[in-house]
Nanobody
């Protein structure tokens, strides 16, 4: 079973930046697709962005141009760089690694709170 551990959440002011990390217990090239999801209170969990093992990325319209996903294969870690954060970005952020019908791994989540 692959373990995913998020870190880096916290309190940030509007317009500020934060970087989340997701460390995998396996080499990243063993995971077909990795992504970041978030869930705000009273709302459904939503996909923020994803990256395939080949490097193809997807971003939700709400974060496009502000957030960026990157990886460090030597550290088995995926990152979410969050810039120009807004109040609406407040949520628990989850890391996910999956391949359809084969495996589906989730981290425990890290809280991001945007507040002045």
């Amino acid at each position: 079973q692959v373990q995913l551990v998020e870190s880096g959440g916290g309190l940030v002011q509007p317009g500020g930046s934060l970087r989340l990390s997701c460390k995998a217990s396996t080499a990243l090239f063993n995971i077909n697709t990795m992504g970041w999801y978030r869930q705000a209170p009273g709302r459904q969990r939503e996909l923020v962005g994803s990256i395939t093992v080949a490097g193809g990325t997807y971003y939700a319209d709400s974060v496009k141009g502000r957030f960026a996903i990157s990886r460090d294969f030597s550290l088995n870690t995926m990152y979410l760089q969050m810039n120009s954060v807004e109040f609406e970005d407040t949520a628990v952020y989850y890391c996910r690694g999956w391949a359809r019908a084969r495996y589906d791994y989730w981290g425990q989540g890290t809280q991001v709170t945007v507040s002045s």
